[in-house]
């Protein structure tokens, strides 16, 4: 940073007060405390500038370098509230201001007052500005300005890269937002297919299984009842059987009895005639459960 010459003795007013600054020592002086009132960087924070010294060239340069930061000012103030809306009538009531702003500048701004300015241009090397007849300290205050103009240019590049990365961030989180969503779409309608495919193919799974399993239950069915009408015609055939059995083991029984009838009919008549042709026993005596009985034998 540029230093205050050593010989240099300034009046301005500083944040509404009227001050002196001294960078030497004069024999006789009383100084203020601190051999200075102010220092260096309490002068980059000076915004108005007034000195009943000035000539009228260099108050009218200096009126010259006020307007154009007060346009400047004016220019990114109003560019930030364009960015800050952020919407299409708000850039373009900023495009209009900023045409409306340079049409002013360029009609308020004279050949006379641009020769004047080119003396102390802020783009030029501080070298140039010895040969113009500045005062140190508009030297100073020149070269300064270039400073904070170079460091404002580097800002603003750097909040425009900084921008610029922002929106290239949010361009390409949007872009990968849509592909995702357009995979999410894709993949949610495979899975509905699929779904309604599954529940198609379990619905004809499930009519399938009833049919046969129907269709089982109608063999077995078909099956037992043939195996009961097979039981039920045994089981009447058995029956039959034993009926007959005993029906036949009746008659049997009855003939037997009746051929034993003839044969003890047949054997009491030859028992008869045989009696006929047989003597007559005597009487005689017996024990028959243990009492004397008598047996007369005809």
């Not at 361009?171 to 899975?191: C, I, M, N, P, V």
């Not at 799974?205 to 097979?230: D, H, Y």
């Not at 009696?275 to 024990?287: C, I, M, V």
């Not at 028959?288 to 008598?294: A, D, F, N, W």
């Amino acid at each position: 940073m540029n230093t205050i010459p050593p010989v240099f003795t300034t009046n301005c007013f500083v944040h509404g007060q009227y001050v002196i600054h001294y960078n030497e020592r004069l024999p006789g002086v009383d100084y203020p405390h601190g051999y200075s009132s102010y220092v260096l960087s309490d002068l980059c924070e000076v915004e108005v500038y007034e000195s009943p010294d000035l000539s009228e060239d260099e108050w009218e340069r200096e009126e010259l370098r006020r307007n154009v930061e007060n346009e400047e000012k004016t220019i990114q103030q109003d560019r930030r509230t364009a960015r800050n809306r952020g919407s299409y009538k708000a850039r373009a009531s900023s495009a209009k201001s900023q045409d409306r702003v340079k049409f002013q500048r360029k009609n308020r701004i004279t050949a006379h007052q641009k020769d004047r300015l080119a003396d102390y241009d802020t783009t030029s090397g501080h070298s140039e500005n010895m040969d113009t007849g500045l005062s140190p300290w508009e030297q100073w205050l020149i070269q300064k300005t270039k400073e904070e103009r170079v460091k404002k240019q580097q800002m603003k590049k750097h909040k425009v890269e900084v921008r610029e990365q922002k929106e290239q961030k949010a361009k390409e989180r949007q872009q990968k937002e849509e592909k995702a969503e357009e995979k999410r779409s894709e993949w949610l309608k495979q899975k509905n297919y699929e779904e309604s495919l599954r529940k198609k193919l379990e619905k004809q799974r499930i009519q399938t299984e009833t049919e046969i399993k129907a269709q089982q239950n109608m063999i077995t069915k078909m099956k037992a009842e043939r195996k009961f009408e097979e039981w039920k015609e045994k089981k009447e055939m058995m029956e039959r059987e034993k009926k007959e059995q005993e029906l036949q083991k009746k008659r049997d029984i009855e003939l037997a009895e009746k051929c034993k009838k003839i044969k003890a009919q047949q054997k009491y008549e030859e028992w008869l005639r045989s009696a006929k042709d047989r003597p007559k026993s005597s009487q005689s005596f017996g024990y028959s459960g243990g009492k004397l009985t008598e047996i007369i034998h005809d």
